[in-house]
């Protein structure tokens, strides 16, 4: 069992559907990082949490330690967004990321 | 500049090949890591620094792997006798703090380095 999971691994959604992405581990983690890659391999740093929630435009990171869980969601989603979204957690100083969900907004 | 850089951008090499990949930080970040991507796959830790010194390398496959940061800031990923499962994309991230017992700061990720070993 991979110790990051991440759901579902495509996604395919029109222009102003909300869109939600998940992430499951199975570690301690310090914290935990969403981020997007864009085709050509290029990685932005979206968010980084430890507790609770963070708002950024029209993305908000969702997660809750008790349950291992965290959320991300885009509201308004655009066709720029699509992209492969990764969920990576942060734990003994190294981060271990998920394969990644692909998403996909069709005009 | 501004991000992270790494160069080169690709690299094509032969079997029992030699290659170097190179990652330059943003200034004044001082920690580095080097991760593996292959395609489909999320990243994969490979070594991390902190300043000059790899506080992790546990994730180096091999010892054809090898990494440097003599002055603590560009770093040098070398691979020896590559074999074609070395081809992969290489990303090289940096971030401005990283504490021995607790978490890392937001990580800055190069453009990665694209592999192929025919």
């Known amino acids: 069992k991979n110790e990051v999971e991440q759901s579902p691994q495509n996604l395919t959604a029109q222009e102003g559907e909300f869109i939600t992405i998940n992430c499951s581990y199975s570690?301690?983690?310090?914290?935990l990082h969403w981020l997007q890659q864009h085709p050509g391999g290029g990685i932005v740093s979206l968010f980084m949490?430890?507790?609770g929630k963070k708002k950024h435009g029209r993305l908000i990171a969702t997660i809750n330690i008790q349950e291992k869980h965290s959320s991300l969601h885009i509201t308004a989603s655009h066709p720029r967004d699509s992209a492969v979204y990764i969920c990576?957690?942060?734990?003994?100083?190294?981060?271990?990321f998920g394969t990644g969900t692909r998403l996909t907004i069709i005009p | 500049g501004a991000g992270v850089s790494q160069t080169p951008s690709n690299k094509v090499t032969e079997k029992g090949k030699y290659v170097e990949l190179r990652c330059d930080p943003i200034?004044?970040?001082?920690?580095l890591y080097w991760y593996r991507q292959s395609l489909g796959q999320g990243p994969e830790f490979l070594i991390y620094?902190?300043?000059?010194?790899?506080?992790?390398d546990s994730g180096l496959p091999n010892d054809r792997f090898f990494a440097v940061r003599p002055e603590g800031s560009v770093s040098t990923l070398k691979i020896q006798r590559t074999e074609r499962g070395d081809s992969a994309v290489y990303l090289c991230?940096?971030?401005?703090?990283?504490?021995?017992?607790?978490?890392?700061?937001?990580?800055?990720f190069g453009p990665g380095t694209r592999l192929t070993v025919l």
């Open positions: 570690v301690g983690i310090s914290a």
């Open positions: 991230a940096s971030s401005q703090i990283s504490n021995f017992r607790g978490s890392t700061d937001t990580q800055y």
């Open positions: 949490l430890s507790s």
């Open positions: 990576a957690v942060d734990g003994n100083e190294k981060l271990t």
């Open positions: 620094f902190q300043g000059t010194g790899a506080a992790d």
């Open positions: 200034s004044g970040h001082t920690a």
